[in-house]
């Protein structure tokens, strides 16, 4: 018994280690504190909150700020989420980082908030996800819905 689970975890791990992270392209920083274009295109702010993806733990506020081709990225003090090996912040269109139009955002250091990311974005992609994934399995761990901040 104990080698057929030994055995198991052993092509669990072979498997999981060959796991590709999702091609999405890097955003390119931004410094938060220069002064944005002005274009005459009001800001736009959405709010979601964290919910579990992939049977990991996650939860708590997330602001994006859309002003201009940038996006600042605020993950609040309440954010929280499952440990695992190489968390990465997305922007998507979808609940996967394979799928639509993924922005990788950074490398996030905690599994807690708060945090701040200031990036470039496509103003002609509509995102509406925050993602947090698991890139070395390549797997989801929290995903929010963005709507408009009332």
Known sequence: MKIRRLAAVLLWLA?????????????TPVDPGAPPEEDGVPAVTQTGTFRNLAGHSASGRVDVVFDNGTATITLASDVRFTRVPGPVLYLNTTDNANTGS?????????????????????????????????D?????VG????????
């Open 136 to 140: 070395p399995f390549n797997v989801g």
């Open 143 to 150: 995903s929010a819905v963005m709507a408009p901040s009332p």
């Open 102 to 134: 993924p922005l990788r955002i950074a490398n996030l250091s905690s599994s807690s908030g708060p945090a701040s990311f200031t990036v470039q974005v496509d103003p002609s992609v509509q995102y509406t996800r925050v993602l947090i994934w698991c």
């Open 15 to 27: 498997a999981a280690c060959s796991v590709e992270p999702p091609t999405a392209p890097d955003a």
